[in-house]
Every structure is written in C-alpha cells, then in structure tokens.
C-alpha cells in the first residue's frame, strides 16, 4: 500500500487536469473516474491506519477456525431441509379474467 497510494494520487491529478474549451459532458467519464480514485484513496488510508494501530487484526489460527465454520455452514448436509413457502396472498386474478382465459 505505500506505493499504491502516490500512484493513485499521481492518477488522480491527471483525472483532475483541466481541459481549455472543452464542454463538460466529455469530461463526465473523468470526473467520474476522479471520484473513484478519491474514494480508493480514502479507503487505503483508513485501512492503512486501522493495520498500524491494530484496530484491524487476524491470525493464522483465527482465519483457520473461521474458514471451518464458514465451511460447516455452507454444507448443505449439515442444514435442515427447507420447506416450500405457500402464498397464502389473494389471487389477483378474477374469476371472469381466468374463465376468459380458459
């Protein structure tokens, strides 16, 4: 991530570079892009942030015991069988509309 950063912020001065005489609606798709590098950007540094004071953390052992839970869930043996829903809800068809159709 300490690379990637400048790089995006590189990126994003192109993004935001202006260009003389050219109506707005050709640079749509750059202001766009910009808004994503931006939003990129904010996001590294929030994870940046929260791995150097350890609010964001794991283990070897803590991703082993999640990914065998995750597993024991996703089998479909281990689940009970699920039922079919019945609609109970009115039919919005009428009687006459059915016997036309019929």
Do not use: H, N
């Not at 109506?23 to 808004?35: I, Q």
């Not at 994503?36 to 350890?54: F, P």
């Not at 009970?80 to 829903?85: D, G, I, L, M, N």
């Amino acid at each position: 991530m300490k690379f990637y950063i400048p790089a995006l912020e590189a990126r994003l001065a192109e993004l935001e570079r202006p260009v003389p005489g050219l109506p707005r609606v050709f640079l749509l798709e750059s202001e766009y892009m910009a808004a994503v590098v931006r939003a990129q950007i904010k996001w590294l540094r929030a994870v940046t942030a929260d791995l150097r004071s350890r609010r964001l953390t794991w283990s070897e052992q803590s991703l082993r015991r999640f990914a065998a839970e995750w597993a024991a869930e996703a089998d479909p043996s281990a689940r009970p069988p699920r039922r079919r829903a019945v609609s109970k809800a009115p039919s919005t068809t009428s009687s006459r509309t059915r016997a036309r159709k019929a």
